[in-house]
């Protein structure tokens, strides 16, 4: 998991709530919103926002 490897250090994510508590303690920024990209992390809730993701994903892979 990113949060286990540091990556997510000063990083605004967003994820299950669930695992909140994780990512904060891993030292990310976590907001409540469908999709959240920090430069070219692409984080999103759950599966119903796939679509979404998977906008996001593709407009950060082509530096839209």
């Given at each position: 998991?990113?949060?286990?490897?540091?990556?997510?250090?000063?990083?605004?994510?967003?994820?299950?709530?669930?695992?909140?508590?994780?990512l904060?303690n891993?030292?990310?920024?976590?907001v409540?919103?469908?999709?959240?990209?920090?430069?070219?992390?692409?984080?999103?809730?759950?599966?119903?926002?796939?679509?979404?993701?998977?906008?996001?994903?593709?407009?950060?892979?082509?530096?839209?």
């Amino acid at each position: 998991m990113p949060a286990e490897a540091g990556i997510l250090k000063n990083r605004t994510v967003m994820s299950l709530f669930a695992i909140k508590d994780d990512l904060v303690n891993a030292g990310a920024r976590w907001v409540e919103q469908e999709v959240v990209v920090d430069d070219k992390l692409v984080t999103s809730r759950k599966p119903d926002d796939l679509l979404a993701f998977m906008r996001a994903v593709i407009a950060t892979a082509s530096g839209a």
